[in-house]
């Protein structure tokens, strides 16, 4: 059984890594990549971190976990990361699921939800499923109201500048339909 003491200092440990996720979240965003950030952590120390990085790097596989993972387990020189856990900004997809499964990572800490694509309860669960070799303590709700908005502004801000973008090449076309009138 946990102290009262200790229970406090592991939900204090679990906002810092999650606000640590944020901000690399937050790098995501900056690079016009969709903000999501993870970090893996063990015995209180980030081993792993990453954000979204599919755009940049030409790589449907460089979600924030994949690459959070790939580093705690290169860290670690182990391809299991047994007593490890996973912090992530958002719901972990189908593919970032099943990497956590084949990691046997212990805990996974997610802020919001993913109804669209969300493999941890949303859409299927596949992290705490009888049918799979391991299952993984899944925890939600941390930083979700902060998580969630830096998600919907950046849809909001894209859908801005399709718009913009659209309405720039209609009147170029335009000018250009006028002068050769
Ligand atoms: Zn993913």
Not at 6 to 33: G, V
Not at 85 to 98: D, I, K, Q, R, S
């Amino acid at each position: 059984m946990l102290t009262t003491q200790e229970t406090k200092k592991n939900t204090d440990n679990d906002s810092s890594f999650m606000q640590r996720a944020f901000e690399l979240a937050q790098q995501a965003e900056q690079q016009d990549e969709i903000p999501v950030g993870a970090v893996v952590v063990y015995q209180d120390k980030i081993i792993g971190e990453g954000f979204n990085q599919s755009i940049s790097l030409n790589d449907p596989s460089a979600h924030a976990e994949m690459i959070a993972i790939r580093q705690a387990a290169s860290h670690l020189n182990n391809y299991r990361l047994l007593n490890c856990t996973l912090y992530v900004t958002l719901e972990p997809c189908p593919m970032c699921a099943g990497l956590l499964v084949h990691s046997r990572i212990n805990r996974l800490v997610f802020a919001t939800s993913d109804l669209k694509t969300g493999c941890a309860g949303s859409v299927f669960n596949l992290v705490d499923n009888e049918k799979l070799n391991h299952k993984i303590t899944v925890e939600q709700g941390l930083l979700s109201t902060e998580c969630s908005e830096l998600l919907s502004s950046f849809f909001k801000r894209r859908r801005k500048e399709k718009k913009a973008l659209k309405k720039l090449i209609k009147s170029q076309d335009e000018q250009r339909d006028n002068i050769s009138e």
